[in-house]
């Protein structure tokens, strides 16, 4: 790294990072201790992770102003593995976590980002935004009007305050103002505190103690590919809405690396596996972060709450936390997605519909897109293997002219091949692929069926107008006669 990129990602917006590396670091604190309960871990396990995660994402991840930490999503694949070996085992899945991410780093499969349709990243982002949403919702059960009227008071303090001054983050005022309030008028609320034991020691670098087999290795596996895939999947889905936010691109497959080594060394230090969150991601950037010292400010200081500020903290209102993330949900939905429902094409508006549907069922933001992706897929596939037209024309000479349009892969070589009659045409074939692309060994099946077909009946066909890449196709595989005749 260069002198200029150094100070671009470190020190090109000091004070608006660390302010907002100390605004997320706030709201850091109940999440990663609720992600810890839903893992069946300790709180110290996902605080110890929000923070190394944090500081080390900030100095070898490839989007700088992206927040990584515990998160839900990874938490939720872990209780069994916790409830059935216990947390060692979880330690040393993190690292092997880790270890497979950065492998996919290497073989750069950031690249494969670009397969997602839009809107299927549209239908992640509502998704989430709902399920964020959502996940206030239990902090309202047994409470009184007090908190609703904190919550509308963190809000009105977000939304208001940048009309007076953007010199700090609003969030942040919110969240000093409303433990103010709470404190000094001794207003029983539900608080910090009430989430679970807030730890105040170091987190030590400890190997994880389990056998060194290869059983051990069949029973982490399993947990460990599919968390480094739902982590490389939330990460560079998150990658590419900052990007978006920010106006800025950002290297994909750096960040695959740097979730990796995260990770690795996380689960070292008795942190569970975790990967970019887009909630937190949305609060730095809203708050005015958009380098590298933001994200390291946000481990820094959440170490420091936890460590020196620990009492304090635990006296911070849930409202006030509540009604950050309801910004976050508020601002993260695409609410002019709603709107153009009825401008774009009816099978993108499906897509999206059943990606989110998906999501907020499962609440499983993989799953979600996964079939987001695979429903794209095959309407992308039933509209090509359509679009398959072959015209013929007779010639002089005798000669039938055929002229192949659109593309021909396995979704059209059933179409390709009814288009010829080879018992009635004449001797003398011309098939013409000016118009077309031969994309794959379905395609050179089909087109060999085809040239068979006409050789039985004892008549000739030439091929022409194959572009370089298909012609290089065919020969490779041959027009051989297909097997079965």
């Known amino acids: ?150 919550v509308a008071a963190t809000l009105a303090i977000i939304y208001l305050l940048p009309r007076l001054t953007k010199a700090v983050p609003s969030a942040l005022v919110a969240i000093i103002v409303i433990t103010i309030i709470t404190i000094f008028t001794g207003i029983h609320v539900k608080t910090v505190g009430d989430m679970g034991q807030i730890p105040s020691s170091l987190p030590f670098f400890h ?53 990796g080594i995260a990770n690795a060394i996380t689960g070292f230090f008795g942190g569970m596996a975790g990967c970019a969150m887009i909630g937190q991601s949305v609060i730095n950037v809203k708050s005015g972060g958009r380098g590298r010292l933001s994200s390291m400010t946000a481990g820094v200081f959440l ?57 907020v069922y499962t609440h499983d933001l993989a799953k979600g897109v996964i079939i987001g992706v695979i429903l794209s897929a095959i309407i992308f596939g039933w509209r090509i293997a359509s679009n398959i037209q072959v015209s013929s024309s007779l010639e002089s000479h005798g000669i039938k002219h055929y002229s192949v349009h659109g593309q021909l892969f396995f979704g059209t070589m059933s179409r390709f091949v009814e288009h010829f009659d080879s018992k009635n045409d004449p001797d003398r074939i011309v098939i013409d692929f000016s118009h077309s692309h031969v994309w794959d060994h379905s395609a050179v099946t089909a087109i060999a069926k085809v040239i068979f077909k006409y050789q039985q009946q004892g008549k000739k066909v030439t091929i022409t107008g194959l572009n370089e890449e298909s012609k290089l196709l065919v020969e490779q595989i041959g027009l051989a006669a297909p097997s079965g005749h």
């Open 303 to 359: 170490l420091f709450l936890i460590m020196v500020l620990g009492d304090l903290v635990k006296q911070i209102p849930m409202a006030a936390l509540v009604g950050v993330m309801i910004m976050v949900s508020i601002s993260t939905f695409d609410w002019k997605s709603l709107l153009e429902l009825k401008k774009v094409p009816l099978r993108d508006s499906i897509v999206m519909i059943v990606t989110v549907a998906v999501v």
């Open 1 to 150: 790294m260069n002198l200029q990129q150094l100070k671009k990602d470190w020190f090109s917006n000091v004070r608006m990072d660390v302010l907002a590396g100390m605004t997320v670091a706030f709201a850091l604190i109940p999440e990663a201790i609720a992600f810890s309960i839903i893992a069946g871990v300790d709180p110290m396990v996902g605080l110890y992770a929000s923070f190394c995660i944090a500081v080390i994402i900030s100095i070898v991840g490839g989007r700088p102003g992206m927040i990584s930490a515990a998160t839900g999503a990874m938490a939720l694949l872990m209780g069994t593995l916790v409830a059935n070996h216990g947390l060692e085992y979880l330690l040393a899945a993190t690292v092997l976590t880790g270890i497979i991410q950065i492998l996919m780093g290497a073989l750069k499969l950031g690249r494969f980002i670009t397969f997602i349709p839009h809107s299927v990243i549209i239908g992640f982002v509502n998704a989430l935004a709902i399920l964020i949403f959502l996940a206030q919702l239990p902090h309202f059960v047994g409470e009184s009007w007090v908190m609703y009227l904190l």
């Open 207 to 259: 190997l994880p103690d389990i056998p060194l087999s290869l059983e051990t290795l069949w029973i982490i596996f399993p947990y460990s590919l599919t968390l480094a895939i739902v982590g490389i999947l939330e990460s560079l889905l998150t990658a590419t809405i900052v990007d978006e936010m920010t106006e800025s691109k950002s290297d994909k497959n750096k960040e695959i690396r740097g979730q």
